[in-house]
């Protein structure tokens, strides 16, 4: 009895032996609808491009007042925007460019001064947009403008001619600055007449710089006569000048080319197509040179009543009418004289 006493205390002494774990149910997820078509769409916004924006260009001018300026400008006191270091606003295109609209506003003016400042302004703008034709065109034109008034066009005279030392001077710096811009914008587009007049001005000025009979009897009198004649086709643009640039040719060049008769036949074509005040003059011109007095008179006579004919024709408008009158009365004291 003490014996199984004893095993029995032994029995209940030993410690109970530890229950082992089952291992753990793995939970399977559960992925939804919602989730999938969540995901399908981020995938989808990921790889789509971007779409550009449009950037919109810095402003032309600068606004006189402004919560906070645009680029290409800085700020003036309190509220004001002043053009930045470079002097003008970052444009985009020369069509954009204030300097450019300031000075075909200045053209439009005309006057030597005014056509002094557009070639200022062009000057820089052509600076900025070096291969813009447009501009090469609006450059040549002002340059042209400056040397049609300082020297009067080159006009014809009676006595002699304008190729003087100074004018030769005048048309050697701004005629060789305006030849090459006013060529390539010729040259682009051969069917703007506004580009082969614009062409034909500045070969001429450039030309008589090396001087007028010199250059009539070289081979610049063929080219001469091509954008001349290129013109006449044109009688409608500046009152047929086209006329006028082969008559005064054919005025003023020595033997074999120059001939009087022809040179009347010219002009008087281009009287017949607008009996402007430069016209009128130009006949009377080569009227008296041929001796016919009478018909000079009346030529001058008319070309004092006569209205200006286009704007370049205006541009020297007072000559035309001082060396009118004085064209009126040496054809008036030619026919005093007794025969």
């Known amino acids: 009895a003490a014996a199984s006493m004893a095993s029995s205390s032994s029995l209940k002494a030993s410690p109970p032996k530890p229950a082992i774990p089952s291992p753990p149910k793995l939970a399977v997820p559960v992925v939804s609808l919602t989730y999938l078509s969540m995901l399908a769409l981020l995938v989808c916004f990921a790889t789509l491009k971007p779409r550009p924006v449009d950037v919109p260009p810095p402003p032309a001018s600068c606004p006189v007042r402004a919560f906070k300026c645009p680029d290409g400008c800085s700020r003036q006191g309190l509220w004001g925007c002043r053009l930045a270091a470079g002097g003008v606003a970052a444009v985009a295109t020369s069509g954009m460019d204030p300097d450019r609209a300031r000075a075909a506003g200045l053209m439009r003016k005309r006057g030597l001064l005014n056509f002094k400042d557009a070639v200022s302004l062009l000057r820089a703008v052509h600076a900025r947009f070096p291969d813009d034709l447009d501009v090469n065109l609006e450059l040549a034109d002002a340059l042209n403008s400056v040397m049609r008034v300082e020297t009067n066009a080159n006009s014809l005279v009676i006595h002699g001619t304008l190729d003087t030392p100074s004018n030769k001077k005048i048309w050697r710096t701004l005629g060789d600055e305006a030849l090459p811009l006013a060529k390539a914008a010729h040259h682009a587009d051969p069917t703007s007449v506004r580009a082969l007049a614009v062409y034909a001005d500045s070969y001429m000025f450039s030309c008589s710089a090396k001087g007028i009979v010199q250059q009539a009897v070289t081979g610049a009198s063929v080219e001469y006569k091509r954008v001349a004649n290129a013109l006449r086709d044109n009688p409608w643009h500046d009152s047929c000048v ?33 009996a402007s005040r ?42 035309l009418m001082d060396r009118a009158r004085e064209g009126l009365a040496l054809s008036q004291e030619a026919l005093a004289r007794p025969p």
């Open 278 to 319: 430069r016209n009128l003059y130009y006949a009377g011109v080569v009227a008296y040179q041929r001796g016919l007095f009478a018909e000079a008179r009346d030529f001058f006579a008319r070309a004092l009543r006569a209205p200006i004919g286009s704007e370049t024709e205006g541009d020297i408008g007072k000559f």
């Open 242 to 274: 086209g006329c006028c640039f082969l008559g005064g040719l054919y005025a003023v060049a020595p033997w074999p080319v120059g001939n009087k008769e022809l040179s009347a036949k010219y002009l008087e074509e281009a009287v017949a197509h607008k």
